[in-house]
């Protein structure tokens, strides 16, 4: 009993420690949990954007930028924020030094994990009730739908950003490879333009990338009706694939 309790208590006071960490903060914080929610807000002040359009089948752009804001939480945290901080970690020995220790490097990066993912989630739940208390955007019409659309996703941002920290052997390269990716994800995320109101050769292009897919999910739970199997065929398929690649280029030092 004592040598189970003891390697779970450990795991617990790192993720204290991690989290107290976490909280000092101010700009993964701002980032993951604010600015998604900053963004959804700058776009429902143009007048445009809460207009009903026949072309969205009588929806508004603000409605379709919401599951964009929460996917943008997901990618500010699996990509940007965690990254740099694991392969920091590893750089500077830290994770060498845990494996001799009776707390493994692996309960560094199962909290580093947890506290990336609770804190996306929660920017997203804080996107959803913002974007329906100040324009009105109807709440998921499917909420078992959209909470497993939501995890899904958030499992294969998590995934993305173990992949790159497992590619990139130092801070400055997680950075680097982190920012070149967060681009094209943002663009299939539907930042700059919603999946939903792309061109129909290109939305179903973007589909198959794997925050294309979560906006579909999303928008198709929002709408009251359940993710497609294509739609999670392909978040799975991303989810395991970056997970495979995490998982055998990973190294502790």
Not at 94 to 118: D, E, W
Not at 182 to 207: C, H, K, N, S
Not at 212 to 229: F, K, T, V, Y
Request: aromatic share 8%.
């Amino acid at each position: 009993m004592a040598s189970t309790t003891a390697p779970v208590s450990a795991t617990r006071a790192v993720l204290r420690t991690e989290a107290r960490l976490f909280a000092r903060e101010p700009a993964s914080l701002f980032w993951v949990m604010v600015s998604p929610t900053v963004l959804l807000v700058i776009l429902g002040l143009v007048p445009s954007m809460r207009e009903a359009s026949p072309d969205l089948g009588g929806r508004r752009v603000i409605d379709l930028y919401v599951p964009v804001a929460v996917l943008f939480a997901l990618i500010m945290a699996g990509l940007q924020a965690m990254p740099p901080v694991l392969a920091g970690y590893r750089e500077r020995g830290i994770l060498r030094r845990m494996s001799a220790t009776p707390v493994r490097p692996a309960a560094l990066l199962t909290a580093q994990l947890v506290l990336h993912a609770v804190a996306a989630l929660a920017s997203a739940l804080l996107v959803i009730v913002v974007g329906r208390a100040a324009f009105g955007v109807a709440l998921p019409g499917n909420l078992l739908g959209y909470a497993a659309a939501l995890l899904l996703a958030a499992g294969g941002a998590l995934a993305l950003g173990a992949a790159v920290c497992a590619l990139s052997r130092t801070q400055k390269v997680a950075t680097a490879v982190g920012t070149a990716v967060f681009f094209p994800t943002m663009f299939t995320a539907g930042v700059w333009v919603p999946v939903q109101a792309m061109p129909d050769t290109l939305r179903r292009i973007v589909e198959f990338a794997p925050y294309g897919a979560a906006s579909r999910a999303l928008d198709e739970a929002a709408r009251g009706g359940w993710p497609s199997a294509v739609a999670v065929a392909v978040m799975v398929f991303w989810a395991v694939v970056l997970t495979a690649v995490a998982v055998r280029r990973f190294r502790w030092e």
